[in-house]
């Protein structure tokens, strides 16, 4: 059998880094559609630069002011709506990690890009709900007279997870039938394929039992547990538009995200007092600076709560 060959293009070497993505580093598939149309931009612009197409040696030639260009033209947008500091960022990731891969596997070496600084981002802390509003969440989805019982189940289940196991939407809908009914554990797979370890509370169990016993689907031990109405596996963008309608039933305001859920789960666990290395295990977090976001919003809940308290305050 013989070897695939290298590519000799730009364009064949960025569909060749996408399916290394894919298939050695498994990266999500919102991963490589981001990371495909960052850089599907960014060698379109080179394109247009230089005034044809684009070879693969011309990328090992690329300066700072092309890439610094290439960011100002996507801040700036075609139609005068560009990409916010935190988008600009993630584009600039992209191209970096392509050029890395260029270098690595093609023989491609650019020593400018790595050159070249990002925007800065203003630092944001999570946006967590409060426990009362976390529990309406929950109760609210469960009890949805607009849904089959089954279906109102099932988005219970999955915000429970969110919730309860302070799992990401994409890897609450990674669970596979073999994984329910759930055990004292749950094993989850997580960016960068890091694996950890999530308690399952007796009443996330419970949620993802009574969908289960309410599911019309018939499913083998590997397809995905949480199915759409017609079947096929549950999107993210389906959880998306039942927080907004659930939100938008309890005038919660539009930071409640499902992603919220899973920052709640970590911001009542601190207020609580578990200690940050549990957190960042139980988050799957590979930087414990990453989980130190939740001190500065648990912070300002005490401080909030002392506002609200205090006589003199």
Same mark, same amino acid.
């Given at each position: 059998?013989?070897? $695939?060959?290298?590519?000799?293009? @730009?364009?064949? @070497?960025? /569909?060749?880094?996408?399916?290394?993505?894919?298939? /050695?580093?498994?990266?999500?598939?919102? $991963?490589? /559609?981001?990371?495909?149309?960052?850089?599907?931009?960014?060698? =379109?612009? +080179?394109?247009?630069h230089q005034g044809g197409a684009l070879s693969l040696a011309a990328l090992g030639e690329v300066s700072?002011?092309?890439?610094?260009?290439?960011?100002?033209?996507?801040?700036?947008?075609?139609?005068?709506?560009?990409?916010?500091?935190?988008?600009?960022?993630?584009?600039?990731?992209?191209?970096?990690?392509?050029?890395?891969?260029?270098?690595?596997?093609?023989?491609?070496?650019?020593? =400018?890009?790595?050159?070249?600084?990002?925007?800065?981002?203003?630092?944001?802390?999570?946006?967590?709900?409060? /426990? %009362?509003?976390?529990?309406?969440?929950?109760? !609210?989805?469960?009890?949805?007279?607009?849904?089959?019982?089954?279906?109102?189940?099932?988005?219970? @289940?999955?915000?429970?997870?969110?919730?309860?196991?302070?799992?990401?939407?994409?890897?609450?809908?990674?669970?596979?039938?073999?994984?329910?009914?759930?055990? !004292?554990?749950?094993?989850?797979?997580?960016?960068?394929?890091?694996?950890?370890?999530?308690?399952?509370?007796?009443?996330?169990?419970?949620?993802?039992?009574?969908?289960?016993?309410?599911?019309?689907?018939?499913?083998?031990? %590997?397809?995905? +547990?949480?199915?759409?109405?017609?079947?096929?596996?549950?999107?993210?963008?389906?959880?998306?538009?039942?927080? @907004?309608?659930?939100?938008?039933?309890?005038?919660?305001? !539009?930071?409640?995200?499902?992603?919220?859920?899973?920052?709640?789960?970590?911001?009542?666990?601190?207020?609580?007092?578990?200690?940050?290395?549990?957190?960042?295990?139980?988050?799957?977090?590979?930087?414990?600076?990453? $989980?130190?976001?939740?001190?500065?919003? %648990?912070?300002?809940?005490?401080?909030?709560?002392?506002?609200?308290?205090?006589?003199?305050?």
């Amino acid at each position: 059998m013989s070897e $695939t060959p290298a590519p000799s293009t @730009a364009a064949a @070497a960025l /569909e060749a880094w996408i399916g290394y993505l894919a298939q /050695e580093r498994r990266a999500s598939p919102r $991963t490589l /559609e981001s990371y495909h149309f960052g850089v599907a931009s960014y060698l =379109a612009f +080179l394109s247009r630069h230089q005034g044809g197409a684009l070879s693969l040696a011309a990328l090992g030639e690329v300066s700072p002011a092309d890439v610094r260009a290439f960011l100002a033209v996507r801040r700036q947008g075609s139609d005068g709506v560009g990409l916010a500091p935190r988008s600009l960022s993630q584009n600039l990731s992209a191209v970096r990690a392509f050029h890395r891969w260029l270098d690595r596997r093609l023989g491609v070496a650019n020593d =400018a890009v790595p050159l070249v600084r990002g925007p800065k981002i203003k630092a944001s802390l999570p946006r967590p709900v409060s /426990e %009362d509003q976390a529990r309406g969440l929950l109760q !609210e989805a469960g009890s949805d007279a607009a849904l089959e019982p089954w279906e109102a189940a099932r988005d219970a @289940a999955v915000l429970t997870l969110l919730y309860g196991c302070g799992l990401r939407i994409s890897e609450a809908l990674s669970l596979t039938r073999s994984d329910a009914p759930l055990g !004292e554990t749950l094993r989850i797979v997580g960016k960068g394929d890091k694996t950890r370890i999530a308690p399952v509370l007796p009443v996330v169990r419970r949620a993802v039992d009574e969908y289960v016993r309410l599911s019309p689907h018939a499913l083998s031990p %590997d397809m995905p +547990l949480f199915r759409a109405k017609r079947g096929g596996a549950l999107s993210p963008r389906h959880m998306q538009a039942t927080m @907004a309608k659930l939100r938008g039933a309890l005038g919660l305001p !539009e930071r409640a995200t499902p992603h919220a859920l899973r920052h709640s789960f970590a911001t009542h666990l601190l207020g609580a007092g578990a200690d940050l290395r549990s957190i960042q295990e139980l988050l799957g977090h590979a930087s414990l600076s990453t $989980t130190q976001k939740y001190t500065a919003v %648990d912070a300002e809940g005490l401080l909030a709560a002392y506002a609200k308290a205090h006589p003199r305050a």
